[in-house]
């Protein structure tokens, strides 16, 4: 199946990476700001291809920003440099001419009905391509979005997925001009469920779904497949806790390694959950 990639490369979609050119025929991959800024993307891709084997498949960057509002990346998460500051070796070369959205239009014209188009980071790339082309979304054989999150748990907000928070006017753009049979959308409520790997995973076995939401009474505060099971959580230890739109009240647990915490709103139920100390805020996708 041939492929056109459209991701932010950190080091989640270094994987999916990896898999795309594993089992698929990966034509291009295109780069935008969001886990990491738009460089850091580019090297990622670029550097995630080369290991692979595939430094023949170009990477085009594209917009380093979201359409109309400052960028915000989940670099707290990714590291850095979106690798977990591993110290990856620069790649051997650099990015193929042609913006992304350039790409995104010129491919699909000239390959019409043939493309798989799939993106794992913020829609900007997308949604400024559908700006100048309405129709463009029906010049390829079908559409995956990683974005979202249909049973409202979040992963940046208590309800909101990155790829959308990132970007909301960009996903706004693509929602409107896509239909039911062009477009797949994978939220984050499937990502958590089967696409997770545990300690337990064997080399060559598929991840297995596992139970959502996690217990409220787990050490850890946390699911092998989701984010912290309050959304949440103390101002002494959220790098950004004005982004929590509910207060939160921090106290000590029985043990001196776990913090509790709750969460009152008027429109919700009181919630409660554990964290081990220091405790960041959910992952992004």
């Not at 979005?145 to 409202?152: E, K, T, Y």
């Not at 089967?194 to 699911?223: D, E, N, Q």
């Not at 092998?224 to 509910?246: D, E, I, N, Q």
């Amino acid at each position: 199946m041939p492929l056109l990639i459209d991701t932010d490369t950190g080091s989640d979609d270094a994987v999916a990476l990896l898999l795309a050119v594993k089992d698929g025929d990966v034509r291009a991959v295109t780069t935008v700001a969001g886990n990491v800024p738009l460089e850091t993307a580019t090297r990622n891709a670029l550097i995630t291809l080369d290991l692979a084997g595939h430094a023949a498949v170009p990477v085009h960057p594209g917009c380093d920003r979201p359409l109309t509002r400052p960028p915000s990346t989940a670099q707290h998460v990714h590291g850095l440099d979106g690798m977990g500051d591993t110290g990856l070796p620069d790649p051997a070369r650099g990015p193929a001419d042609g913006h992304a959205v350039d790409v995104l239009l010129s491919l699909p014209r000239r390959h019409p009905g043939e493309l798989t188009l799939v993106t794992l980071g913020p829609l900007t790339n997308l949604a400024a391509a559908l700006l100048r082309d309405r129709e463009l979304l029906t010049r390829f054989r079908h559409v995956y979005c990683m974005a979202g999150a249909a049973d409202l748990h979040g992963n940046v907000t208590p309800t909101a997925e990155f790829n959308v928070w990132a970007d909301p006017e960009a996903a706004r753009v693509v929602l409107r001009a896509a239909t039911p049979g062009q477009v797949t959308w994978i939220g984050w409520d499937v990502s958590r469920r089967y696409a997770v790997m545990t300690p337990t995973t064997s080399a060559g076995s598929k991840p297995s779904a596992l139970p959502w939401p996690p217990s409220p009474t787990a050490s850890t505060g946390r699911s092998p497949t989701g984010p912290a099971t309050s959304p949440a959580c103390p101002a002494t230890t959220c790098p950004t806790p004005s982004r929590w739109p509910w207060p939160c009240t921090p106290s000590w647990s029985s043990t001196a390694s776990t913090r509790t915490w709750t969460w009152r709103s008027a429109t919700r139920p009181a919630a409660s959950s554990s964290s081990t100390a220091g405790a960041r805020r959910p992952r992004p996708t």
